[in-house]
Each structure stands twice: as C-alpha cells, then as structure tokens.
C-alpha cells in the first residue's frame, strides 16, 4: 500500500469513527473531528477535535479510539482538544442529521445566526419551539425534560403518537 492510500485510509477510519453515545452518527458527522494532519515519515498524526460542550464524558472515549485506529494503521496519534470556536450544532453535516432522525433523535435545527461572534445584549424572540417527532413527523411534541439521556438532548413526547424521543438541542 503506497503512503498516499494508507494516509487516506487512516484518516477515513478516523473520521468514520462512531460517537460512543450515539453510535449511528460518526465523529466527523457530528461535526467535532475538526483536522487529521499526517507526518508519514515520523507515522505520526496529530487529530484535532472540539467537544460538544466542556466536560463532556465521550471525549476521553473518543480520543482512546483515535489512537487504536492510528496504531492499526501503523501510526502514532496525538489528540488536541480545541475548545475555540466553540462546537455548534451548525457543523452536523446533513448525513449526520438524517442519521439521528433515522435513529429516532430529532436533529437539531439551526443554531443562532451568529451567536457564537455575538458580543453584548442578547436579544430575545417570542416564537415557539417546534420539534418534528422522529417516528411520525408531528409537529405537535412537548418538552417533558430539558436534559434528556444526555446534557446534550432534551426528552420530549409526541403528542400524537405518544412515543417520547430525545432531542439533540441546537448550540
């Protein structure tokens, strides 16, 4: 295998790899492998990612299986966590978002336009918060907690279907 192909094969394993708390969707998916660089000479990588959100508990997983794939493919991997910029849902891509509404997780929508930049008052805005239900698309769904399986889900209820599903909160 030439050095071209095993660097592309490394990194795709990477960026293939699932999240431990939702395994239909990959690290690359969600959107917090943020850059692979390759040193082929030294077989060495060094694999950027950003969390979710600070202390989140899947980090330290995620980071192990980065390092295993490397190793398999006959590399050595650092893993840097970047916290700035901040993680947002809007770096999902639309595979990863169809792959949470598949698994019965209501995708988040888009994140503030601009938030992340936004320095000063925070506006506010009367409008209500609709989540499409993940098994029979109903909008009409109720939050029945903020934090559902995860910090980083609510728990809500269809209430036309009645089956209660997690939603993946838009950051």
């Known amino acids: 295998m030439s050095a071209a192909s095993t660097r ?3 990194a795709e394993a990477i960026s293939r790899i699932p999240d431990p ?14 850059e692979v660089e390759v040193d082929d000479e030294a077989r060495a990588l060094v694999v950027t990612i950003t969390p979710t959100y600070s202390g989140c ?12 794939e490397a190793q398999a493919h ?5 893993v ?10 809007d770096w999902m891509t639309d595979a990863g978002r169809a792959a949470l509404g598949r698994f019965g997780i209501a995708p988040p929508g888009p994140a503030s336009e601009g938030a992340s930049e936004r320095r000063g008052p925070v506006p506010v805005r009367l409008q209500r918060h609709v989540v499409a239900c993940p098994h029979c698309r109903s909008d ?14 609510a728990l809500r209820r269809c209430n ?12």
């Open 160 to 171: 036309a279907c009645l089956e209660p599903f997690d939603e993946f909160k838009a950051i």
């Open 57 to 68: 508990p899947a980090m330290e997983a995620i980071s192990a299986r980065i390092r295993w």
């Open 80 to 89: 840097v966590t970047r916290l700035s910029p901040a993680w947002t849902t």
């Open 8 to 10: 592309t094969a490394v």
């Open 21 to 34: 708390e939702i395994p239909v969707i990959s690290i690359a998916d969600l959107g917090i492998l943020r």
């Open 74 to 78: 006959g590399y050595r991997a650092d």
């Open 140 to 153: 009409d769904t109720t939050e029945i907690a903020h934090f559902g399986s995860t910090a980083c889900k």
